[in-house]
């Protein structure tokens, strides 16, 4: 007997699933928002440098004339936003001044800011426009240092420790450290917020969905770990329409961060992964969340026959062959596992760089910041319904792999499309967007149910690095823009698309139970299950009654 059994036994997808699902994937929206919340809060407005202060005219006054007296014009006639004139020069103002070159300088008396759009920004409180551009970037790569820290902590505690407990605590230290960086004054305290930030992504969505899906019964499981991806589409809406009310960054900040004290007081509520307590000898307090969920459920006298015996005994072999203690080594040290690693090592790396390329920098698109985010999320929708669709219908693995490699198509025949067809353009990456958020959220799924339980947290963390790797390369790829603009679409695409063909070697999970040990995944690989759909084996089962062979099937 499988775990799922008593899962079903106990009421199924009942009113515990659902509402312990709902406030599971609450927190994940918001999540979403500090995710992309740079794109607002480092956002980067027209300006230009101010006037030298020895000539107090050209200092405060900046319309069109004045401005044009201390500001030379760029190609496209546009004031430059780095350099100024060494001294004012006023005959410019003439319209019969012949042409010349006067001295330039840098921006030594500091920049004028366009604030009709964003009152108040860190790049405008900094100054991190010009020589010191790279600051702002350096502040998003920080963030993502802090996630791919993160999930190499959590993901080891979480194994070793449950999945309550290391949710919990990013709930307080996202909330601590957001609330504390909207009153940071200097920049080096504002990214060491944003590292801390960073590091409860991975705590708070590893363990989200580990809890949901170890709560889930089998028949459940796709529509709850996709719709993990609808809340996080939904939290960049809300980032949109947040970000939209709420100009000043310190305000902004503020208003997505401290929520979370909310999820922190209301997650102590949330029961452990009955799972995890029992390959960890808790069974007592197993039987006692059970017995809550049967009572959520409708199912109380099921619940009161549960004894620990009766519960240890539908994963008892799992229990007798689960390990003491286990480290990283355990993702590489057995064939199949070994496998399953190198290969989302792969997918999550590819995955996370084409992205984050794509959704990190709305600004590059030339159109409004807000609207760009409103479509990004939009997009996001079908596409996800569509992936819904195929993951419970056709599988996990085509559907990861078919979505990787369109998106890969995607951003590369994005770069014929000429520059000044800025709607195609952004409408086309939006897509390409689509396609990639989709693939992430299926590969959160396919991950989960790939890796045993005893080594399920492990091996999610393990996952997670490689894509923040991904996230930390994604700004250098994009920087390669400066020597050939074809160069980024072209290795965003390219290690889409090599996902993709990754996914293909990984085995179908779709209606299969969770393997609860590494003992018992390697048995089943040996045994030849866990390349087969459970339909597919009992029609082998049945022709194997009738004496006839069945046809294997290849890959």
């Not at 004031?79 to 003439?94: I, M, V, Y």
Request: one cysteine or more.
């Amino acid at each position: 007997m499988a775990f799922t059994d008593l899962l079903d036994s106990l009421g199924g997808v009942g009113r515990f699933q659902l509402i312990y699902t709902a406030l599971l994937l609450l927190p994940c929206s918001l999540l979403a928002c500090h995710n992309f919340l740079q794109n607002f809060t480092a956002a980067v407005p027209h300006h230009h440098c101010r006037g030298p202060t020895n000539h107090t005219a050209a200092a405060t006054n900046t319309s069109g004339a004045w401005l044009r007296a201390i500001v030379p014009l760029d190609q496209l006639g546009a004031p430059e936003p780095c350099r100024r004139f060494t001294e004012p020069q006023w005959a410019l103002l003439s319209p019969n001044t012949s042409a010349h070159e006067p001295a330039t300088e840098g921006c030594k008396d500091g920049w004028v800011y366009d604030r009709s759009v964003f009152p108040s920004t860190i790049v405008m409180e900094w100054d991190l426009v010009c020589e010191a551009r790279p600051l702002r970037d350096l502040a998003q790569s920080i963030y993502m240092a802090g996630v791919l820290v993160g999930a190499a902590v959590f993901g080891s505690l979480a194994d070793r420790l449950g999945r309550k407990g290391p949710l919990v605590w990013s709930y307080l230290q996202l909330a601590v450290s957001g609330v504390a960086t909207a009153y940071f004054g200097s920049f080096s305290a504002y990214c060491i917020s944003r590292f801390l930030m960073g590091m409860t992504f991975s705590g708070i969505i590893l363990n989200s969905l580990s809890l949901v899906v170890e709560w889930m019964p089998t028949q459940g499981r796709t529509v709850a770990g996709v719709l993990l991806g609808y809340s996080f589409t939904l939290g960049q809406l809300i980032l949109a329409g947040v970000a939209y009310l709420i100009r000043p960054w310190r305000w902004l900040q503020l208003a997505v961060s401290i929520p979370f004290l909310i999820f922190f007081l209301y997650s102590w509520w949330l029961p452990e992964s009955s799972r995890w307590l029992l390959l960890h000898g808790k069974s007592q307090l197993a039987v006692e969340n059970l017995r809550k969920v049967a009572v959520m459920n409708g199912r109380a006298e099921e619940g009161e026959r549960l004894t620990k015996e009766v519960v240890s005994s539908y994963i008892q072999s799992e229990i007798a062959s689960v390990r003491t203690s286990n480290s990283i080594l355990d993702l590489f040290r057995t064939p199949a596992i070994r496998k399953v690693t190198c290969c989302l090592m792969v997918v999550w790396f590819s995955n996370s760089m084409a992205y984050y390329g794509l959704a990190m920098d709305l600004q590059k698109f030339g159109l409004s910041v807000y609207l760009v985010q409103v479509l990004f999320g939009v997009i996001d929708i079908p596409a996800m319904l569509v992936a819904t669709t195929t993951m419970i219908y056709v599988g996990r693995r085509a559907t990861v792999a078919s979505f990787l490699i369109l998106a890969g198509l995607m951003v590369i025949v994005n770069m014929f499309v000429p520059e000044d067809m800025q709607t195609l353009r952004t409408a086309q990456a939006a897509l390409g967007k689509g396609c990639l958020a989709s693939s992430f959220i299926c590969v959160y799924l396919f991950t989960g149910e790939l890796y045993p339980t005893e080594i399920r947290q492990m091996g999610m963390g393990f996952a997670s690095v490689n894509a923040r790797f991904g996230g930390l390369v994604a700004p250098l790829v994009t920087t390669l823009g400066e020597f050939s603009t074809i160069l980024p679409p072209i290795g965003f695409g390219a290690t889409s698309i090599l996902a993709g063909l990754a996914v293909c070697f990984l085995a179908e999970t779709r209606n299969a139970p969770l393997v609860e040990t590494i003992d018992a995944m390697e048995r089943r690989v040996k045994e030849g299950l866990s390349r087969k759909d459970p339909e597919e084996k009992r029609e082998e089962i049945s022709l194997q009654q009738l004496g006839a062979s069945p046809l294997k099937e290849t890959i």
